[in-house]
């Protein structure tokens, strides 16, 4: 499956975009969040066109745990998006979370 947008979440507490579906495209995407620190953080995840509210979010201050162990990972599958749609990740510290987007345009 494609890289489709990956990068490390820079601020902490500020929604960072990683990816943004085409015009024309009904893109299905798989998101990958890694803690790559050695103290739990929380992520939030959210699917919007614009800045993210509180009811786009698929996932709200979820906990990952220390990298190198076994919940340092978040990966949610399957997701259906719309054209010119953006993945957004939030996380509680600056430069603590890898970003992987894969997915298919159609």
Same mark, same amino acid.
């Given at each position: 499956?494609?890289?489709?947008?990956?990068?490390?979440?820079?601020?902490? @507490?500020?929604?960072?975009?990683?990816?943004?579906?085409?015009?024309?495209?009904?893109?299905?995407?798989? *998101?990958?969040?890694?803690?790559?620190?050695?103290?739990?953080?929380?992520?939030?995840?959210? *699917?919007?066109?614009?800045?993210?509210?509180?009811?786009?979010? *698929?996932?709200?201050?979820?906990?990952?745990?220390?990298?190198?162990?076994?919940? @340092?990972?978040?990966?949610?599958?399957?997701?259906?998006?719309?054209?010119?749609?953006?993945?957004?990740?939030?996380?509680?510290?600056?430069?603590?979370?890898?970003?992987?987007?894969?997915?298919?345009?159609?």
């Amino acid at each position: 499956m494609p890289t489709l947008g990956k990068g490390l979440v820079t601020a902490a @507490n500020t929604p960072q975009s990683f990816w943004t579906a085409s015009p024309g495209s009904m893109p299905s995407i798989c *998101i990958n969040l890694c803690n790559v620190t050695k103290a739990p953080i929380l992520v939030s995840l959210a *699917i919007h066109g614009a800045a993210p509210g509180l009811g786009d979010h *698929i996932e709200y201050e979820f906990p990952l745990d220390p990298a190198g162990t076994e919940g @340092n990972t978040l990966e949610r599958t399957g997701i259906a998006i719309s054209q010119n749609m953006q993945v957004w990740v939030t996380c509680s510290a600056a430069n603590a979370v890898a970003v992987h987007v894969h997915g298919y345009e159609v």
